[in-house]
């Protein structure tokens, strides 16, 4: 009786799920080979592409981009900022029905540059070596450049009827100020874009980063650290290296400064890393936590000396010191500034800004694109966890949070720490695989927030 009984509600279930599945817009099957194919071609292709930062001409870049966007006729528009020196930004949009407010993909074209002698191969022939790719901007961000340009072509290829507009914004300048890159879009276009969500770089598939095991944690950038970068200046007499003067304005500065490289700041967890805690059981002692749980201060420059060469036997009447201090989202620079001053506590060492932070927002996680990560992060690797994340470094995210959009930063392909630190420096590299695999899910969540739904 009951097995009978069991057997009529799973008919009637059965049955009830094909109608559904009936009612389901139809989603083509994709040939998933070719496309991630295509994906490396396009790839080697764009990273082949000069555009280091400075300079930062990405004119190239923005035509090779615009140009498979309307092969696809995906309309495209590019936007120029500086003629004179290929500042210049790619903007198309696929349009929904309006339904609910675009989604943006946003990545920079420009990359840092490079340091020829310090790499094993040639950092623009887009080199495959051990399955990775080898190029400056292969993760930072010409990896995603390309990911977020298949998704367009494959939503467009596919007819995909969209309910919000899915904007696709490739900008210069990003590795400078951004003032002619996002900064302008921001200022100038904004209420044409008004985007509720932006997908940006600033969240990797990670292995040991995190934890010291082998779990694969895939960390989605919420929120930021503040960029604060402060000058210190001392004064005092100069002349002949002879006959030491009682204030040796290197001395001064050299006890400021251990006084500031001995200071060991507090450790403050907020609310973002409180939940990668929760969500990891626990946060080890590795550098990039230590980065997580405090304000960090990095001594990048110092200068004190007279003559190119420097002189030997010159005593210099001025000291200058640069610190790189990165702030937690919730700390006042002010009083971080009134602190280091009580440190150094010596009235002739003076502290003054470079660039100072702006307010560090934080885009809400119980969402749910959010969770469409999630679960598109688990079709591919089901044992990952997948976590919101502090960006210990500086986005253009900051831009777009300012004007209200939520902002995730994020890349669905696994790098190890040995890869991330090739970031900025030599040997930049992906893993075929990971290029592979983030195509497929980048597409899959984006497809899946903004298509239309007709049930
Ligand atoms: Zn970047």
């Known amino acids: ?43 080697k292709e764009y990273l082949s592409i000069d555009t280091c930062n400075p300079p930062g001409d990405v004119s190239a870049a923005a035509e090779f981009l615009s140009k498979a966007l309307k092969k696809e006729d995906v309309p495209t528009d590019l936007i120029w900022t500086d003629k004179g020196t290929g500042r210049v930004n790619v903007l198309a949009r696929l349009r929904g029905t309006g339904k609910k407010r675009p989604l943006m993909m946003l990545n920079h074209m420009d990359t ?31 990896n995603t450049g390309i990911v977020q340009l298949m998704t367009m072509i494959l939503l467009k290829q596919n007819d995909i009827r969209l309910d919000r507009d899915v904007v696709f914004l490739a900008v210069a300048d990003e590795e400078t100020s951004g ?8 200022k100038n276009m904004w209420p044409e874009i008004d985007a509720e969500y932006v997908l940006d770089e600033g969240g990797f598939g990670t292995q040991g980063f995190f934890t010291k095991d082998e779990r694969l944690v895939f960390s989605v950038g919420v929120a930021e650290k503040k960029v604060l970068w402060l000058r210190l200046s001392t004064a005092g007499t100069s002349g002949h ?22 200071y060991k700041t507090p450790i403050h967890i907020t609310p973002v890393v409180s939940e990668m805690i929760n969500r990891l059981g626990r946060l080890d002692d590795t550098p990039y936590n230590n980065a997580l749980k405090r304000n960090t201060i990095s001594l990048t420059v110092m200068k004190g000396f007279v003559g190119d060469p420097p002189k030997s ?5 001025r000291t200058e010191a640069v610190l790189d201090c990165r702030l937690l989202p919730d700390q006042d620079p002010n009083t971080f500034v009134d602190k280091l001053r009580h440190i150094i506590n010596d009235p002739l060492v003076k502290i003054d800004y470079i660039e100072r932070p ?8 119980e969402t ?28 253009d995210s900051r831009f777009f949070r300012r004007k209200g959009a939520s902002c995730y930063g994020f890349f669905p392909g696994p790098v190890t720490m040995e890869e991330y630190r090739t ?3 030599n040997d930049e590299r992906i893993r075929e695989r990971s290029l592979r695999a983030a195509v497929r899910i980048y597409h899959n969540v984006v497809k899946r927030f903004c298509e239309a739904k007709n049930l």
């Open 112 to 142: 840092v540059p490079f340091d020829r002698l310090g790499w094993t191969v040639d950092p623009l022939a887009a080199i495959n070596k051990g399955g990775y790719i080898y190029g400056r901007g292969a993760l930072d961000m010409k």
């Open 358 to 365: 702006i307010e560090s927002i934080i885009s809400p996680y």
């Open 241 to 262: 290296g002879s006959m030491p003067p009682k204030e040796n304005s290197n001395s001064i500065m050299a006890q400021a400064l251990s006084r500031i490289t001995s």
């Open 313 to 317: 036997n010159v005593i210099p009447g």
């Open 423 to 425: 970031i900025h420096g």
């Open 1 to 43: 009786m009951k097995s009978h009984h069991c057997q009529k509600t799973s008919m009637f279930a059965l049955f009830l799920f094909s109608v559904a599945f009936l009612l389901l817009p139809s989603s083509p099957e994709i040939d998933w080979q070719s496309v991630e194919k295509k994906t490396e071609e396009l790839f």
């Open 368 to 395: 749910e694109l959010f969770k469409i990560i999630e679960k598109e992060t688990h079709t591919v690797y089901p044992d990952s966890i997948v976590v919101p994340h502090l960006v210990i470094y500086g986005t």
């Open 179 to 186: 003032t002619l890159g996002s900064g302008w879009i921001v």
